[in-house]
């Protein structure tokens, strides 16, 4: 019988090199409830479902078999309807290709670069496994304790969804005319996980509102909501979707955060304003402090762009020809334009962007680097996208939320 | 019909011996930390002999019953994903290192209090404690006809007529309902949960039952109730002897060998 090497997968029963897999955190029933992504291990562009990561605001719910689901369409519109998965797929379907990245990715970033201190690492991972054990006690860190973790990074991949327009849904049961927005509610239910968004803040030493128990929602703008790439999915990377990613059917939102991807959706409903859901209105906001009264709800990405060739980890470098390479995405439109420099910022050139580059997608770029003399580096790479923005574009917030900022790889050349 | 199943969730009978230790002092017998534990193979073939009677009587409701703690919740999540309506868990601490006699006591409260059951099923005896005596407690208890054994029930009209098994061959006896029915695994394998119900299951309706919800007073259940007293458990201790047969020929060590096992039983 083949057996497992160290270095590498047996894969449909040849040695295979050693696949990408998430950093995942399970419940005590063995079960997967986070993860984050091996960023600097994929190649491609999609990332594989079983790499993609994973975040969950309430309970996992448990799975709902696709022949059992019904989604409920009402509020606002001509002709509520109730539709099974055989319903849903007899719309015309579409497919996008979109990057999915948490809110509070690579937060900690901004205090790196606002204050300098410990860097945060793509490669040394938080230990999930120890924030799933406290999620299952409903358990709270200290601010100390928050301090001494490693901060959320690599909570972003890329995937193929296929799915249904939410516009044709939407055109079908007709909208009234003064319908604003479009609230989705998933059957994933429970009492908020407040360790998530303490961690998300940096300190525990303030009170957070506390809604009870809730379903997960979101009430997104009806301009969004009639995007032609704004989808119901129920297929992802060619498959199914899986249930940790919100089957039968998720809402699929490209080049807005993870936390408007509503996963088990289970009803729309069409309302003449925003709504407060807990999620928009006290959490993934954007604000001076917990008690600021102008808080804000995220919606679009910034625009990003990291290096992951080479990695700080990888210093020291030799002399030589290096190739510096990475990915850049936005959340308004497709990339333009990279720019690399290797010397802390005082000069720029461009990048190549490796086709395709596409609206939702994240892009491949890469620069050669010759480099013949020793000493400390500073490398650095910003992007541009299609609407003219160039990183970083999104300021500091107490949530810490959607950090587009410019991070440097520091390496010494020998 | 509502037909009620008790089933016990129990560490895993084909686990070897030494995945268990014995407290003496506490006169327990451990499971190892992390022992798999399944439904008791007896009350799974139980809730397959409720199903089958399902498929004869269309609208008939299922009730998985199980006495222990939070981990009995996957005894029913188990009897529910095989295509149980609906569970109950009597779980207390009071419930606690009972014997037959208030686990009949108890199931019977909760028997009770479910109210109009048509037919009560348990296996013939739990995988674990092999008393055999908890099915003909229950009927005791709420006065019910018990039939034990069974290797096929058929339910006709007010009555319930089972095929029982007996060590030299079978009889077919029948009673009026409500009664209760001990299952045999000759009734045959139990179904694999599908998919569909494995998901469904999830969100079956579970009540949690204590002592109090019953109606039971905290010393007449559980260990304070029990009228079993377990004086000691122990390892049975093995001994082996091996006698190495002589002779002059192979033939003759073969007929010395047929001598000594027909003088062992063994032949």
């Not at chain 1, 997960?216 to 249930?243: C, I, R, V």
């Not at chain 1, 959706?265 to 709504?275: A, F, Y």
């Not at chain 1, 000069?347 to 395709?356: F, K, M, N, Q, S």
């Not at chain 2, 319930?160 to 409500?178: F, Q, S």
């Given at each position: 019988?083949?057996?497992?090497?160290?270095?590498?997968?047996?894969?449909?029963?040849?040695?295979?090199?050693?696949?990408?897999?998430?950093?995942?955190?399970?419940?005590?029933?063995?079960?997967?409830?986070?993860?984050?992504?091996?960023?600097?291990?994929?190649?491609?562009?999609?990332?594989?479902?079983?790499?993609?990561?994973?975040?969950?605001q309430l309970e996992v719910p448990e799975p709902m078999h696709p022949d059992d689901w019904v989604l409920q369409i009402g509020g606002l519109v001509d002709r509520p309807i109730a539709l099974t998965l055989k319903d849903l797929m007899k719309f015309p379907g579409r497919t996008v290709r979109a990057v999915t990245e948490c809110a509070g990715n690579d937060a900690g970033f901004f205090d790196y670069v606002q204050k300098g201190g410990k860097k945060p690492s793509r490669i040394n991972q938080q230990d999930m496994n120890a924030r799933a054990a406290m999620r299952e006690k409903n358990a709270v860190p200290s601010t100390e304790e928050i301090s001494n973790e490693s901060t959320t990074t690599c909570a972003v991949s890329a995937g193929e969804f296929t799915g249904v327009p939410l516009a044709e849904v939407l055109k079908k049961v007709g909208l009234k005319n003064n319908a604003q927005s479009v609230r989705f509610q998933g059957f994933d239910r429970g009492q908020p996980d407040l360790a998530v968004q303490y961690r998300s803040v940096g300190r525990s030493d303030f009170k957070?509102?506390?809604?009870?128990?809730?379903?997960?929602?979101?009430?997104?703008?009806?301009?969004?909501?009639?995007?032609?790439?704004?989808?119901?999915?129920?297929?992802?990377?060619?498959?199914?979707?899986?249930?940790?990613?919100?089957?039968?059917?998720?809402?699929?939102t490209p080049g807005w955060s993870g936390n408007w991807w509503v996963k088990w959706?289970?009803?729309?409903?069409?309302?003449?304003?925003?709504?407060q859901c807990y999620y928009q209105h006290h959490y993934f906001t954007y604000g001076e402090g917990p008690d600021d009264p102008k808080k804000e709800m995220i919606t679009s990405m910034g625009v990003r762009c990291i290096i992951l060739n080479p990695l700080d980890e990888d210093s020291p470098l030799e002399?030589?020809?290096?190739?510096?390479?990475?990915?850049?995405?936005?959340?308004?439109?497709?990339?333009?334009?990279?720019?690399?420099?290797?010397?802390?910022?005082?000069?720029?050139?461009?990048?190549?962007?490796?086709?395709?580059?596409?609206?939702?997608?994240?892009?491949?770029?890469?620069?050669?680097?010759?480099?013949?003399?020793p000493g400390a580096y500073q490398i650095m790479a910003r992007a541009t996208d299609e609407t003219g923005r160039v990183q970083p574009q999104i300021p500091w917030n107490y949530q810490r939320k959607h950090f587009d900022g410019i991070v440097p790889t520091d390496v010494t050349v020998v | 019909m509502h037909i009620a199943v008790c089933i016990k969730y129990i560490p895993d009978p084909e686990a070897a011996f030494s995945m268990f230790s014995i407290d003496e002092q506490a006169k327990k017998v451990i499971p190892a930390s992390g022992l798999k534990h399944v439904v008791s193979p007896f009350d799974e073939q139980a809730i397959e002999a409720a199903l089958r009677v399902r498929e004869q009587h269309a609208g008939t409701r299922i009730t998985v019953i199980t006495l222990g703690n939070e981990l009995s919740r996957n005894a029913l999540k188990h009897g529910l994903a095989m295509g149980a309506d609906d569970g109950v868990l009597l779980a207390d601490a009071?419930?606690?290192?009972?014997?037959?006699?208030?686990?009949?006591?108890?199931?019977?409260?909760?028997?009770?209090?479910?109210?109009?059951?048509?037919?009560?099923?348990?296996?013939?005896?739990?995988?674990?404690?092999?008393?055999?005596?908890?099915?003909?407690?229950?009927?005791?208890?709420?006065?019910?006809?018990?039939?034990?054994?069974?290797?096929?029930?058929?339910?006709?009209?007010?009555?319930?007529?089972?095929?029982?098994?007996?060590?030299?061959?079978?009889?077919?006896?029948?009673?009026?309902?409500?009664?209760?029915?001990?299952?045999?695994?000759?009734?045959?394998?139990?179904?694999?949960?599908?998919?569909?119900?494995?998901?469904?299951?999830?969100?079956?309706?579970?009540?949690?039952?204590?002592?109090?919800?019953?109606?039971?007073?905290?010393?007449?259940?559980?260990?304070?109730?029990?009228?079993?007293?377990?004086e000691c458990v122990f390892a049975p201790s093995k001994s082996v002897q091996c006698e190495i047969i002589e002779a002059s020929s192979p033939e003759a060590q073969g007929a010395q060998l047929a001598q000594r096992l027909r003088e062992a039983r063994v032949l």
């Open positions: 019988m083949a057996r497992p090497e160290i270095e590498g997968d047996w894969v449909m029963g040849w040695p295979d090199r050693k696949r990408a897999a998430i950093s995942a955190g399970k419940d005590s029933q063995g079960r997967v409830i986070n993860g984050r992504c091996p960023v600097t291990q994929l190649e491609g562009l999609l990332t594989p479902t079983d790499a993609y990561y994973v975040v969950n957070l509102v506390d809604p009870g128990v809730i379903n997960y929602e979101k009430g997104m703008p009806m301009a969004k909501a009639m995007h032609p790439d704004t989808l119901l999915a129920w297929s992802m990377n060619g498959e199914w979707l899986t249930h940790i990613h919100g089957a039968p059917v998720r809402v699929v959706l289970e009803q729309i409903e069409v309302l003449d304003h925003i709504p002399r030589g020809s290096h190739k510096i390479q990475g990915r850049a995405w936005s959340g308004m439109g497709m990339i333009k334009r990279v720019e690399v420099s290797t010397d802390g910022g005082k000069t720029w050139a461009d990048a190549h962007l490796e086709e395709p580059v596409e609206r939702w997608l994240w892009v491949r770029w890469s620069l050669l680097w010759e480099v013949d003399k | 009071a419930f606690e290192d009972g014997d037959a006699y208030t686990t009949a006591i108890t199931l019977a409260a909760a028997l009770k209090k479910l109210g109009a059951i048509d037919l009560v099923l348990t296996g013939r005896q739990a995988a674990d404690g092999d008393t055999g005596v908890v099915g003909a407690g229950i009927g005791e208890l709420l006065n019910l006809p018990v039939l034990t054994f069974a290797k096929s029930i058929a339910v006709d009209g007010k009555a319930v007529r089972v095929e029982r098994v007996l060590d030299d061959g079978g009889e077919i006896v029948e009673a009026d309902l409500p009664a209760v029915v001990t299952v045999s695994n000759e009734i045959g394998a139990p179904r694999a949960a599908s998919l569909r119900e494995t998901m469904r299951a999830a969100r079956k309706p579970v009540v949690v039952w204590n002592a109090s919800d019953l109606g039971l007073e905290a010393n007449a259940v559980g260990a304070a109730g029990s009228r079993a007293v377990r």
